[in-house]
């Protein structure tokens, strides 16, 4: 039977993503990655060069560990469409280190048929220290009552549904606020010495209206 499908109705802001805890990174996964994306930097598979450079041994791309936060969002909103996925890499993951994504509802809002939730992400490793963060937005049907009615050609049920964000939360409590970045703090409360990285990476636009 297949996965229960999410609707716009039954989201609240607040509502916190399942927790998704990933096997420790291996070289066999970093190998395995490397061909599969056709990225093969050394200082990810080759632990003599990496050493050679000043590493400590090889790391993980973040491009892979976006990837496993991806996984999160894409297995939380069941029958969703994903319009926006934005990250930014903070701390380097090395092979070992075990990560946990997660994620929480931060905004939601709708208006003429068509609904949003927005979505604050991030990752953690073993010692609850912040090695990535990010944000995505999903499209959902309002209802199941919605979507046969617009799968059968009709036109969507309309509720205007103001924005309900969470930007007056203390900085403290949101995931992956500026505070993290400063200091390069974890969520879990633990403060590191790290310096967050300065890359982002951005899905590919996916604005596209939704079929009616």
Excluded at 81 to 105: A, E, N, S
Excluded at 128 to 155: A, C, H, P, T, W
Aim: glycine share 10%; net charge positive.
């Amino acid at each position: 039977m297949p996965a229960r499908k999410l609707y716009f109705e039954g989201i609240r802001v607040g509502d916190e993503l399942p927790a998704l805890a990933k096997a420790p990174i291996d070289r066999v996964q970093l190998s395995r990655y490397a061909g599969a994306s056709g990225d093969f930097n050394p200082v990810h598979v080759d632990e003599v060069y990496a050493k050679s450079v000043g590493m400590p041994s090889v790391y993980a791309p973040g491009m892979l560990i976006m990837g496993m936060l991806g996984q999160l969002i894409s297995d939380w909103a069941r029958g969703g469409q994903l319009r926006r996925y934005h990250v930014r890499f903070i701390k380097m993951v090395w092979p070992g280190d075990t990560v946990v994504c997660k994620g929480r509802v931060s905004d939601r809002h709708g208006e003429g048929g068509r609904y949003f939730v927005e979505v604050d992400l991030w990752a953690e490793n073993q010692k609850g220290e912040l090695v990535m963060k990010g944000s995505s937005v999903i499209q959902l049907f309002y209802s199941l009552e919605d979507e046969n009615r617009q799968r059968s050609g009709q036109s969507p049920i309309v509720v205007d549904v103001p924005r309900e964000s969470l930007l007056q939360a203390p900085a403290s409590a949101a995931p992956g606020g500026e505070d993290d970045d400063t200091k390069g703090g974890s969520l879990s409360g633990k403060k590191t010495t790290s310096k967050p990285a300065a890359k982002t990476a951005v899905a590919p636009d996916a604005t596209k209206k939704a079929k009616k």
